[in-house]
């Protein structure tokens, strides 16, 4: 029971955190989105663009879908990201805090967050 509530607690502490992190990455996406869309790059090689994985589309109709479809994909990855990190630090950090009292819950909270981030990267 004492587990639940520590979870609970730990679950809605972090809440702002998160969601700003979540908020600013995610504006970071947008403006960058915004930026390729509205002032693309003028390349003179074509092959070096195909190295570099960039769309080759001659319309720019299409090189908008693309930079759309890359936008969706990783605004996905974002929020399922963050939002398993929350939930694993809220549960680290609950087992930190029945652990060792005041600092566990610090240090196991972050270790969650930290492991998370790096498996994800």
Partial sequence: MITFQ??????WSNCIGFLSDYTVTQLWL???FWY????????KNV??????????????????ADAKNLLYVESGK???IRFIGWIFSS???AAGGILYPKFGTLL???LGDSMISSMSD
């Fill in 47 to 64: 092959a070096q663009d195909y190295l570099d994985g960039i769309c080759n589309n001659t319309n720019s109709s299409n090189a908008i």
């Fill in 6 to 11: 520590m979870f609970y607690v730990c679950l």
């Fill in 108 to 110: 196991f909270g972050n």
């Fill in 91 to 93: 549960m680290t950090a």
């Fill in 78 to 80: 974002l929020i399922t």
């Fill in 36 to 43: 390729n869309c509205y002032y693309p790059k003028k390349k």
């Fill in 30 to 32: 947008v403006c960058k």
